[in-house]
T-cell receptor
Framework: EADIYQTPRYLVIGTGKKITLECSQT?????MYWYQQDPGMELHLIHY???????EKGDLSSESTVSRIRTEHFPLTLESARPSHTSQYLC???????????FGSGTRLTVV | KQEVTQIPAALSVPEGENLVLNCSFT??????LQWFRQDPGKGLTSLLL?????REQTSGRLNASLDKSSGRSTLYIAASQPGDSATYLC???????????FGKGTRLSVIA
């Protein structure tokens, strides 16, 4: 069973709302990642973190922010949701570069 | 910049057939390569992780090979079953603290 949890599983929200997608892992992994994936399309890296108080931007970071205050928690925030944000958001973690990624089940976001 | 290509984009085979999925990458200086499975609307499940020093990894009916010098990996699925129907993604990690770079995936359908 996955030890990385994403909530909510599904979210429908109106344009202009601020939303936070939650991601938590119980494995003590230092490295955590957020990806965005449209249906049937490739994954795009949004943000990543290599430890507490460390965050880096990926390819699609301009419209979202992240924080890493605790090792186990890596939330993603959209300050003002737009229909173009409608997508699936996937969180992942890894122990080190020698180990693979473990993914959460994802959050499917619809902005109306 | 690392680029990962997966061929074919889609594949349909009859149940019981052995099949090969291909993955190529442009920068051979990788640290490891990971194969994932993704069911529709779900997160990614890790199948196999190959370190750069390894030539292949096996798990059940799955065998992944790696030829780092030529920038290629293959995922071999033996005796395919309808339950194998999913999208299979290849991802590579370059040396150092770089996130995985994903291919666009191969969508596999196994027909009973």
């Amino acid at each position: 069973e996955a030890d990385i949890y994403q909530t909510p599983r599904y979210l429908v929200i109106g344009t202009g709302k601020k939303i936070t997608l939650e991601c938590s892992q119980t494995m003590g992994h230092d490295k955590m990642y957020w990806y965005q994936q449209d249906p049937g399309m490739e994954l795009h890296l949004i943000h990543y973190s290599y430890g507490v108080n460390s965050t880096e931007k990926g390819d699609l970071s301009s419209e979202s922010t992240v924080s890493r205050i605790r090792t186990e928690h890596f939330p993603l925030t959209l300050e003002s949701a737009r229909p173009s944000h409608t997508s699936q958001y996937l969180c992942a973690s890894s122990e080190s570069v020698a180990y693979g990624y473990t993914f959460g089940s994802g959050t499917r976001l619809t902005v109306v | 910049k690392q680029e990962v290509t997966q061929i074919p984009a889609a594949l349909s085979v009859p149940e019981g057939e052995n099949l090969v999925l291909n993955c190529s990458f442009t920068d051979s200086a990788i640290y490891n390569l990971q194969w994932f499975r993704q069911d529709p609307g779900k997160g990614l499940t890790s199948l196999l992780l190959i370190q750069s020093s390894q030539r292949e990894q096996t798990s059940g009916r799955l065998n992944a090979s790696l030829d780092k010098s030529s920038g290629r990996s293959t995922l071999y699925i033996a005796a395919s079953q309808p339950g194998d129907s999913a999208t299979y993604l290849c991802a590579v990690r370059n040396s150092g603290n770089t996130p995985l770079v994903f291919g666009k995936g191969t969508r596999l359908s196994v027909i009973a």
